[in-house]
C-alpha cells in the first residue's frame, strides 16, 4: 500500500515545472472519458458499488 | 458531534470536472490559475502529504499558497485559516478540515485537486452555508480511477457534476460580473 502511495505521489509530483508551459488540454482530456457510458456500466455490472474494486 | 450536513448546500456552486491522468494534475492546476479568475481558491488534498507535496509545487509555480492539514498543531491551524480569512493569501492548500462548508465569501473557486470518496466530504468542501449561498465554482480534477466515487457522489447528493467547459462565464463565480441582489437572497 505505502509503495502505490509512494509512486502515486511521484507520478503526480515530479514532472518538472518547464513541462507546464503550454496550457493543458481539457476538451481532448474530457474526450477520454465517456461519463455516460462509464456510469451505464457501473450501474450494470456494479450494483453494489464498491470503491476498492477499482483497478 | 452534531450533523451539520443539512444546513450545507450546493446552490450557487457550478460544478465541473476535469478528466485528468495523476501525472497531469498539477499541468492541468497551473492552466486553472491562468484561466480563472480567482478571488480566493481552497485546493482539496485527500492527504497531508499530498497537501504539502501540492503546497511546494504551487510555489515553484509562481503562485502564492497556505497549507494547513490535521497533522498541524489546533493553533498553527487556526492562524494560517485566520490570515487566509483576511486575505493575507489568495490560495489555500488543504486536507478534509472543515465540517461545516467554507464560509467564507472571499473563495469563489474550489478545486478537489483528489476527488473525494464520500459525498459527506464532498459536500463539506464545496457545499456553503445556507446563510450565504453565493456564487462559486467548483473544479473537480477525476481520473479514471475515480469513476466509482464520482458516481456514487452524484448519486448520493443528486447533483451533476459537469465537464468543464472550453470557457467558465465569469457571472457564475466573479461578483463583480454579476449584480448580486441584496433583497433575493434567501434563507
Do not use: W
Amino acid at each position: 500500500k505505502k509503495v502505490t502511495v509512494n509512486s502515486k505521489n511521484n507520478e503526480c509530483f515530479s514532472a518538472p515545472t518547464q513541462s507546464y508551459l503550454k496550457d493543458f488540454d481539457f476538451e481532448s482530456n474530457l474526450a477520454l472519458f465517456n461519463k455516460k457510458a462509464v456510469f451505464q456500466e457501473i450501474e450494470n455490472g456494479f450494483p453494489e458499488l464498491s470503491l476498492s474494486s477499482g483497478p | 458531534e452534531i450533523n451539520l450536513m443539512e444546513e450545507l448546500t450546493l446552490k450557487g456552486v457550478t460544478q465541473y470536472y476535469a478528466f485528468v491522468q495523476e501525472k497531469q494534475k498539477v499541468h492541468c492546476l497551473n492552466t486553472l490559475f491562468s484561466k480563472l479568475q480567482i478571488n480566493q481558491s481552497i485546493i482539496f488534498c485527500n492527504s497531508t502529504q499530498r497537501v504539502e507535496l501540492l503546497a511546494k509545487k504551487i510555489t515553484e509555480l509562481g503562485y502564492s499558497c497556505y497549507y494547513i492539514h490535521a497533522k498541524m498543531n489546533q493553533q498553527h491551524r487556526n492562524r494560517v485559516f485566520h490570515d487566509f480569512r483576511q486575505g493575507l493569501c489568495r490560495n489555500l492548500v488543504c486536507s478534509d478540515l472543515f465540517t461545516r462548508g467554507i464560509d467564507i465569501q472571499a473563495v469563489n473557486v474550489v478545486i478537489n485537486f483528489d476527488f473525494p470518496k464520500h459525498s459527506e466530504t464532498y459536500l463539506h468542501r464545496i457545499g456553503r452555508s445556507g446563510r450565504y449561498g453565493h456564487l462559486g465554482v467548483a473544479i473537480n480534477l477525476i481520473t479514471f480511477d475515480d469513476r466509482f466515487a464520482l458516481h456514487k457522489i452524484e448519486q448520493e447528493l443528486g447533483t451533476e457534476i459537469k465537464p468543464i467547459p472550453k470557457t467558465i462565464d465569469p457571472s457564475l463565480y466573479v461578483a463583480e460580473a454579476h449584480q448580486m441582489d441584496p433583497e433575493a437572497e434567501e434563507e
